[in-house]
Structure formats: structure tokens, C-alpha cells
């Protein structure tokens, strides 16, 4: 069974850029969330993905935006890069079943993006 | 909004004495509750989960409590190694499979 993998492992980019991260979820796992990881900081929930759908949204600016393809991998986008969104950021798969909140959610190693 | 709080931010103890990690949140009206381990510039391990119904979950070394009404959870580790060395991540589930998490515990088991 092929666990989360993301996408680049690191990047670097100047302010204003935009990026583009990728996620393959686990095998049979319909649901992907992003979650962005400050250093020292403990994981923000950015937005959740089911069946190719938002399914949820943290406190993120429309400039964070994502999609989710068929086979359910996901890619997150940031636009106009800040210097804030220097961070971590994680992936998580989970195999949602439409009863709300209750499955384990599995994280990919991320990736990690240093903006100058 | 869901606050969780970590207490201590970092602790350091020497191998083979068991510990105790604390987590605080603020709205008990939760799915679940988990905990993560976190090595250095790595992503994120599920360690045990607790759903809003239970009160505790084992996994071999490892015991997670949960106590909804306080608004509380521990973590206990027994008998630490050096290999538990790593931070400690507790997240609180919400409303579509979103966690809440706290700043973490980062642990230090020295030899």
C-alpha cells in the first residue's frame, strides 16, 4: 500500500511568484486536506478536497486555491507569493465516508517553501 | 474557534522514566481528538486517535486519555527511549475532517 507522497520536497521562490504543490493520496483514500506549517508552529488547516469538490475551507485568502483530479491526488496553488507563506506544507489523506470527523488522517513527508 | 494549548512546549527526560504530555482545547464539541509524533523537518505520524466516545486509546507504549467535559487530553509514554525523541502534536477533529492543533511538545530523551 503506497502511503501520501508530495511533491516537490522543497522550493524556492521570490514574492509575487506563484506555486504550485502536489499530493497523491493513499490508496483508496477520497479525501485530501492541506495544512501549512509555520516553523515553530503547530499545522493550519488550509481547505479539504472530497470527491474533486471543497469540502471545507480554513482561514486562507482566495489566493490559496487547489483542485482534486479522478484518482483523487490533489495540487494546491499560491498565487502572489508573501514572505509569510515561507512554510511546510502538508498533505493528508483520509477515506471519508460522509459520516463527519471521524476517520485517522495520514500526512505526506510535505513540502517545504522558502519565498525571498 | 477551537484553541488547543500544549503543555510544556519542550521537556527533557532521561531514558526509561515515563512522562506525561497535556493538551487543552476550548470547545468540547469535537469529533475526535488525536496525537501525532513530528521529526525534525518531516511530516506528520498518527500515533493513536480517540473518538469523541472514548476515554482512552493504547498502543503499546503509548496511552492517550480524553476528558471532553474539562476540555483535556494526556498522553502518557512509559518507559522512554531515545527514540521518542521527536515533538508531539495534538490535533482536535472538527467539522469535516479538519484538525485543530496545538503548538506541540517537544521531547528530548537523553541516553
Known amino acids: 500500500e503506497t502511503g501520501v507522497t508530495q511533491s516537490p520536497t522543497h522550493l524556492i521562490k521570490t514574492r509575487g511568484q506563484q506555486v504550485t504543490l502536489r499530493c497523491s493520496s493513499q490508496s483508496g483514500h477520497n479525501t485530501v486536506s492541506w495544512y501549512q506549517q509555520a516553523l515553530g508552529q503547530g499545522p493550519q488547516f488550509i481547505f479539504q478536497y472530497y470527491r474533486e469538490e471543497e469540502n471545507g475551507r480554513g482561514n486562507f485568502p482566495p489566493r490559496f486555491s487547489g483542485l482534486q483530479f479522478p484518482n483523487y491526488s490533489s495540487e494546491l496553488n499560491v498565487n502572489a507569493l508573501e514572505l509569510d507563506d515561507s512554510a511546510l506544507y502538508l498533505c493528508?489523506?483520509?477515506?471519508?465516508?460522509?459520516?463527519?470527523?471521524?476517520?485517522?488522517?495520514?500526512f505526506g513527508p510535505g513540502t517545504r517553501l522558502l519565498v525571498l | 474557534k477551537q484553541e488547543v494549548t500544549q503543555i510544556p512546549a519542550a521537556l527533557s527526560v532521561p531514558e526509561g522514566e515515563n512522562l506525561v504530555l497535556n493538551c487543552s482545547f476550548t470547545d468540547s464539541a469535537i469529533y475526535n481528538l488525536q496525537w501525532f509524533r513530528q521529526d525534525p523537518g518531516k511530516g506528520l505520524t498518527s500515533l493513536l486517535l480517540i473518538q469523541s466516545s472514548q476515554r482512552e486509546q493504547t498502543s503499546g507504549r503509548l496511552n492517550a486519555s480524553l476528558d471532553k467535559s474539562s476540555g483535556r487530553s494526556t498522553l502518557y509514554i512509559a518507559a522512554s527511549q531515545p527514540g521518542d525523541s521527536a515533538t508531539y502534536l495534538c490535533a482536535v477533529g472538527g467539522g469535516a475532517n479538519n484538525l485543530f492543533f496545538g503548538t506541540g511538545t517537544r521531547l528530548t530523551v537523553i541516553p
Open positions: 493528508a489523506s483520509s477515506p471519508y465516508r460522509g459520516s463527519g470527523g471521524e476517520e485517522t488522517q495520514y
